[in-house]
């Protein structure tokens, strides 16, 4: 038998990143899926240039809430199932 553990370290999904071109100059621009959610003002990094981030129908909002919703399920299983499982090899 092999004994082993599961665990879960959630990710903090408002800080990952995505990379979007500035309308003026195309320079590349990391920005966070919190500052889209926000929709936060950035300015680009080559040309200085205002970029208003828009999530213009909400579905950065209702993705990230339906992701945190769907690992909240995960945690909630596997502390139901506990977490140290047993195999017979």
Not at 1 to 20: H, I
Not at 47 to 66: E, P, Q, T, Y
Request: glycine share 8%.
């Amino acid at each position: 038998m092999v004994e082993f553990r599961v665990s879960m370290t959630r990710p903090d999904l408002e800080r990952a990143q995505v990379q979007l071109n500035c309308p003026k100059c195309g320079v590349t621009n990391s920005v966070t899926l919190g500052q889209i959610r926000q929709q936060a003002t950035i300015f680009c990094s080559g040309c200085g240039v205002r970029i208003n981030l828009k999530d213009k129908n909400g579905s950065m909002a209702r993705g990230l809430d339906d992701i945190n919703r769907a690992l909240d399920d995960l945690e909630r299983t596997i502390r139901h199932f506990g977490n140290t499982y047993v195999a017979r090899i």
